[in-house]
């Protein structure tokens, strides 16, 4: 089977500062992966060099068995990778629908999914369908940010910190969101923080540290693994 993303030797650099050294990972499709790590360890950074928004980059970046390590980001975007950066990027003075309706259905071979659809998942962003995007609750406006990347025909979704800050119950319904994109098919890749979010929900898990993946193991293997993520990462 093509793995859905495939990285090889990835290394990238901001300005003169080299970041990611010799990053290796493998996400099969339908997967969720988190990627796990202290701040600074290099997680938001491979998320950015697979979309080609570092500096350079060298290695291989394979996204369902096509090299992207070359691509402008909006020729990623166009092999069916979505991302939903930590800052999000709602339009504040366009309305929750107006913002979902922004993206292009993409070249992808996938339909993207309808704002019938996408309010049949986020009751709550047809509810303030007609609001201001400054005017919604931090927890609406990552539904909205995710949602808009569902718009686009996007199977491969990367999802950068979306529980930070949020209300446990907003986390639990993000929890559901994933579950519900598992169960359609979606692969995910997900940078978190919130471990006890992550850890139900991922296949696999990656640690990062100082720009490398320094351990991999699966998720039934997660409680054997306790004591080196304690150490890792302080959870």
């Not at 996400?27 to 600074?40: D, W």
């Not at 020729?75 to 003075?93: D, M, N, Q, T, W």
Request: net charge neutral; hydrophobic share 45%; glycine share 10%.
């Amino acid at each position: 089977m093509t793995a859905a993303l495939e990285i090889s030797n990835l290394q990238a650099w901001y300005g003169e500062s080299h970041i990611l050294h010799n990053v290796d990972l493998k996400v099969q499709p339908g997967e969720v992966v988190t990627l796990l790590g202290r701040n600074g360890a290099g997680r938001t950074t491979t998320m950015r060099a697979i979309m080609g928004l570092t500096g350079a980059r060298k290695g291989s970046i394979k996204v369902n068995g096509v090299e992207a390590i070359g691509l402008p980001t909006h020729k990623v975007a166009h092999l069916g990778v979505g991302y939903c950066p930590e800052e999000r990027g709602i339009f504040s003075s366009l309305s929750t629908e107006e913002n979902l309706m922004l993206p292009p259905h993409l070249a992808t071979g996938q339909q993207g999914m309808s704002v019938a659809e996408i309010y049949a998942m986020f009751p709550n962003l047809e509810e303030r369908k007609h609001s201001q995007g400054t005017r919604l609750s931090g927890g609406e406006q990552q539904m909205l940010a995710v949602a808009r990347i569902l718009r686009t025909g996007a199977r491969l979704l990367l999802l950068d910190e979306i529980s930070e800050g949020l209300a446990p119950v907003i986390v639990q319904g993000l929890a559901r969101m994933i579950t519900t994109l598992k169960a359609k098919g979606y692969t995910i890749v997900m940078v978190e923080q919130n471990f006890r979010f992550a850890a139900p929900l991922a296949d696999r898990f990656y640690v990062m540290e100082h720009g490398q993946i320094v351990e991999t193991f699966v998720a039934s293997e997660l409680s054997a693994k306790m004591p080196v993520l304690t150490e890792l990462l302080g959870v």
